[in-house]
């Protein structure tokens, strides 16, 4: 199986290229939280619609849910020397961030509605 889920925040604005056979692709680096207060950047990829809808919608910084799975590719650099590129491949991803207004996040005050009460334990269990 080759799955991977990511939370992480974007390193900077995604923009669109057009392969020369005409599908948009972009490619990304997520900031992501790792062991012992450690940040791991992870590169990403995304195709045709997700591509454009990242770049649409996305900015730098903005914290996004990536589900994917893991692609590795060989190429030679400018140099001549062969490489090898491990990326994420995104199927699917969400908004992480609440909703922006001006640029900040809206923060909502809690109602009364919203606060829990403690229930009285009566001892006996409903089943």
Avoid: H
Avoid at 29 to 41: C, I, P, Q, R
Avoid at 87 to 106: L, P
Wanted: hydrophobic share 30%; glycine share 8%.
């Amino acid at each position: 199986m080759n799955s991977v889920n990511l939370l992480g925040r974007t390193t900077k604005d995604i923009e669109v290229n057009t392969t020369n056979s005409g599908k948009s692709v972009c490619s990304f680096s997520l900031a992501v939280s790792g062991y012992n207060d450690k940040t791991d950047f992870i590169d990403c990829q995304a195709w045709e619609k997700k591509a454009e809808a990242l770049a649409k919608y996305v900015s730098k910084g903005q914290r996004i849910g990536v589900s994917g799975r893991i692609s590795t590719r060989t190429y030679e650099d400018k140099s001549g020397n062969k490489r090898k590129a491990v990326e994420v491949v995104v199927n699917d991803f969400y908004f992480a961030d609440g909703k922006k207004d001006a640029g900040q996040a809206v923060q909502q005050p809690m109602s009364d509605n919203d606060k829990f009460e403690e229930v009285a334990d009566e001892g006996d269990l409903p089943f």
